[in-house]
């Protein structure tokens, strides 16, 4: 690190400062005044590129071994990276009280969560660190976030709050998963709580709520035509079909039920936190002659999701038979999606 330092009666400035955090580059200023037992400051940060993790690791005991932090009962055994696993540190903030400011044009949340065109303000004092408010550009749409990390014994307790508009499918699922799984907008808002001894404790415990609501889209990897097939081919037959049939008719839609697109109308999901898994209720999206009935959930502290998913024909084409489909597909940051479909037998609609 390098500054131009002035220092008077209990005052430090420092002033063109350039300094690197988690190999990233950041230049500054700040202002420290000692007032007692206090000290107050004022920091100012812009950087091209900077993990808010690796910002934030001062206020984690990074000195602690594995057996010190499974006796504070840390879940970390599946943990996702970006939660590191030893407990809190915010003795640092007994006796400090400023604000901080930063700009970045790319502030990391953990991938895949990259924050563009970032401004942070947060402000540190006896109640803790409070992120004011956070606001930048993820996946396309308009973020705004807020929180307030608070010392609770040898742990932290957590509010937050975030809220994300006009954000686009195909960004998440290319950041999440690497694939362009599906198309079209969406906004996610929710708020949650909890406490933990570490920040993957901390995480497994959240609780609070939320929506999801889907604009006009589609989806890249599931079609509802391998059904359309099936159920034309029943409709023009009054042959009972035999479990030979029905056994091919069922690998050809497991062959080919991620091999087209699923247009579907906007949809609305209620986002549950408990436990710090994220469940979505469940929710049909409505398509041109198709629906799906979705289930799922986010597991938090390990960034995985789980989904389940029953397609069925709607209207003309299934009013003599309705083939339905099921798929459970499953991702992680670091892992795309599979989809090993069943089908059900065709059934004649009363």
Not at 179 to 187: I, K, Q, R, V
Not at 291 to 304: G, I, M, P, Q, R
Request: hydrophobic letters at 45%; one cysteine or more.
């Amino acid at each position: 690190m390098s500054a131009n330092l002035r220092k008077k009666a209990g005052v430090i400035d420092l002033d063109s400062v350039k300094a690197e955090v988690a190999g990233d580059a950041i230049e500054g200023s700040a202002h420290f005044e000692r007032d007692g037992v206090t000290t107050k400051f004022k920091i100012a940060a812009n950087a091209e590129r900077v993990s808010l993790p690796a910002v934030l690791g001062v206020l984690v005991a990074w000195e602690r071994t594995a057996s010190t932090e499974e006796m504070l009962g840390s879940v970390s055994a599946d943990a996702a990276e970006v939660w590191p696993a030893r407990g809190f540190a915010l003795d640092l903030i007994d006796n400090a009280e400023g604000d901080v400011t930063l700009n970045a044009r790319t502030l990391v949340l953990g991938a895949p969560f990259q924050v563009a065109d970032a401004t942070l303000n947060a402000r540190v004092d006896n109640d803790g660190l409070a992120i004011t408010d956070l606001d930048g550009r993820l996946f396309g749409g308009d973020f705004a976030a807020s929180g307030v990390l608070s010392p609770r014994g040898n742990g932290a307790a957590l509010t937050a709050k975030a809220d994300l508009k006009n954000a686009s499918l195909g960004a998440l699922s290319e950041a999440v998963a690497g694939n362009n799984l599906a198309e079209g907008p969406f906004d996610i808002a929710f708020s949650v709580q909890g406490e933990g001894l570490s920040p993957p404790g901390l995480v497994a415990g959240l609780s609070g709520k939320g929506t999801l609501a889907l604009g006009e889209g589609v989806l890249t990897a599931m079609t509802s035509e391998p059904l359309r097939k099936v159920a034309a081919k029943a409709a023009n037959t009054t042959i009972k079909a035999t479990k030979a049939e029905i056994d091919a008719d069922t690998e050809q839609v497991r062959n080919t039920l991620t091999d087209g697109t699923y247009g579907f109308a906007p949809a609305t999901f209620a986002l549950d936190v408990k436990n710090g898994t994220v469940r979505l209720a469940p929710t049909t999206l409505a398509g041109t002659g198709a629906e799906a009935d979705v289930n799922a959930y986010v597991e938090l502290a390990s960034l995985k999701l789980d989904s389940e998913w029953q397609m069925r024909l709607t209207g003309p084409a299934a009013r003599r038979f309705r083939p339905s489909a099921w798929c459970s597909p499953g991702l992680s940051m670091r892992r795309a999606p599979s989809c090993p479909p069943s089908i059900r037998r065709p059934s004649r609609a009363t």
